[in-house]
């Protein structure tokens, strides 16, 4: 637990990481059609069964939504992969391949970006912040999700959970990000949606964690690690203004 929160001072930090879904992207809107895609595709259409899987890795049917923490919320497609196989008899090497698959194709779900995704990033890079992305998702999801948005050029930096940096919430991604910039972990801000992304800011000691309020997480979940909630990224380049 993050007992003593950081005063922010913007001469402090020169970059920032980014996680991508629920922080850049619309977490419920982009990612449910997705969900519910996949899990009638690896349950063969029986939906009896693919609630069942939906439900051991974090969707509440009752409150229609992702819940915070969970595989879903915060895992990586291996992580959804490793429940969902076994539940159809399926090897999990073979569901964790068709979820990158279908998470990255925009034939079985809309990307909805969270307002004003690129004119933030830009007023950011303006203020000559570095940039990076580091996800749960694919490599290719981050190209596939972002891409429609003309946003992929401002960051110097984009990993995904198969990009050899580990996953969060160890360090090895935000490490990497000082590693390609030449920043260290105290000069980098960490933005997310998920305890698992203060996490990972924590755990490579970089310099202040925020989260935002656009994925699963809520206000209170957040404020236990968090330096600084947000409700969105809309509110950093005035931080640094």
Not at 21 to 47: E, Y
Request: with cysteine; glycine share 10%; charged share 15%.
């Amino acid at each position: 637990m993050n007992t003593k929160k950081r005063q922010f001072n913007a001469n402090n930090i020169k970059g920032i990481v980014f996680d991508k879904d629920g922080t850049l992207l619309d977490f419920h809107a982009t990612w449910v059609p997705r969900a519910i895609a996949a899990v009638m595709a690896v349950a063969n259409k029986d939906s009896a069964l693919a609630l069942t899987m939906l439900q051991a890795t974090g969707y509440d049917f009752d409150q229609k939504r992702v819940l915070g923490g969970s595989i879903l919320a915060a895992g990586n497609n291996r992580d959804i992969a490793q429940v969902w196989a076994p539940l159809v008899s399926r090897p999990v090497d073979e569901v964790e391949s068709l979820l990158n698959h279908m998470f990255a194709d925009p034939a079985h779900g809309a990307t909805i970006p969270v307002p004003n995704l690129t004119q933030n990033l830009q007023k950011l890079v303006d203020l000559n912040l570095i940039l990076g992305v580091a996800t749960m998702d694919s490599e290719a999801g981050i190209k596939a999700t972002l891409g429609d948005f003309n946003c992929l050029h401002l960051f110097d930096y984009a990993v995904g959970y198969d990009s050899g940096f580990g996953s969060k919430p160890g360090p090895g991604m935000v490490l990497g990000f000082c590693q390609q910039t030449g920043l260290s972990p105290t000069q980098v801000m960490v933005v997310g949606d998920n305890t698992h992304d203060i996490h990972m800011g924590q755990s490579a000691e970089a310099g202040f964690n925020v989260g935002v309020l656009t994925g699963t997480s809520s206000r209170s979940e957040l404020e236990i690690e968090a330096d600084l909630v947000l409700d969105s990224i809309s509110q950093l380049p005035a931080l640094f203004a």
